[in-house]
């Protein structure tokens, strides 16, 4: 059981999409000097604005490495509930000179009603959540499904050695759609928020289905990670980082299976044990490379 395990861990994954740590404008070379005064060069990544329009209207303004805002657009529309099951989406617009997206449907959508119901939340970047959110997860259900531990250690080990913006440079998010022990689509942003959404807009445009996968991300599990995980359909959540205490309770009432604290061979799962399949042994388990508990450690993840 154990060498199976081990067999698996050494091929990194051919994901669809993948970070891409050395791409012109996500990241600049900046000097400093180092703890002894030596000058250093290290990279820093970018941020940058880019203003979502819905038809019309200016919906928010979110701080962003600038990659995928076509996916950024539509994830974060639809995670607010601004693009409901059956509306069609005609076009997404981007134009790079003036930082914005426009996103157009072929028929009224309701965020007048919605903005009217924004409120702050915890996160980093947009971090911006809206009152009735919570209304979509009354009566919801998310899929039985059954989560091998195995597939929790393989996915840790190879997203930790995927080469990322996040080992590059930190002081970034990233959040992976997976299925099984692969990983499938890796996003990365100055805030895991937009990460989750780049994921949502990227399953959007593309059809595909939330039932059989898994969202991982580097960030805490708060309330609006544990939403809009669950409004996307998606029934397994799990984080290298902690809970809050809120994103627990929801996890449960609607019966989304949250594991964190993913280091190693340890995690933590507080809400749908039931769905675990622990079919392998942990000392089996071959131990985290230090470099990545180090880089964790620094990056505040």
Not at 177 to 183: D, S, T
């Amino acid at each position: 059981m154990g060498g199976t395990l081990l067999a698996v861990e050494d091929a990194l994954p051919d994901y669809i999409i993948a970070p891409d740590p050395k791409a012109v404008r996500l990241t600049r070379a900046v000097m400093g000097h180092d703890h002894e005064g030596q000058s250093v060069e290290i990279s820093v990544v970018e941020e940058r604005p880019l203003t979502i329009f819905l038809n019309g209207q200016e919906i928010v303004t979110a701080m962003t490495i600038g990659d995928y805002p076509d996916y950024l657009a539509l994830g974060f529309l639809r995670n607010q509930g601004m693009l409901r099951d059956g509306e069609t989406v005609t076009g997404v617009d981007y134009d790079e000179d003036l930082e914005t997206v426009v996103v157009r449907t072929d028929g009224q959508t309701t965020y007048e009603e919605k903005l009217k119901k924004k409120t702050r939340t915890s996160g980093c970047a947009v971090g911006t959540v809206f009152g009735d959110m919570m209304e979509g997860l009354e009566g919801m259900v998310l899929p039985e499904v059954s989560v091998r531990t195995s597939d929790l250690y393989q996915l840790a080990s190879k997203i930790n050695r995927t080469p990322s913006l996040y080992l590059e440079a930190g002081a970034i998010h990233g959040t992976v759609l997976c299925q099984g022990a692969r990983p499938l689509v890796y996003m990365e942003d100055v805030g895991r928020h937009n990460a989750v959404d780049k994921i949502a807009g990227w399953m959007l445009s593309e059809g595909v289905r939330a039932e059989d996968k898994l969202l991982y991300t580097t960030g805490r599990l708060t309330s609006e990670m544990v939403i809009k995980t669950a409004l996307m359909g998606i029934p397994v959540l799990a984080s290298r980082s902690g809970f809050t205490a809120w994103g627990v309770e929801i996890a449960r009432e609607v019966g989304l299976t949250l594991i964190g604290r993913m280091r190693g061979k340890r995690f933590v799962c507080l809400s749908g044990e039931e769905r675990l399949d622990r079919d392998v042994n942990p000392a089996d388990v071959p131990d985290e490379d230090k470099k990545h508990r180090r880089k964790s450690a620094a990056s505040g993840a």
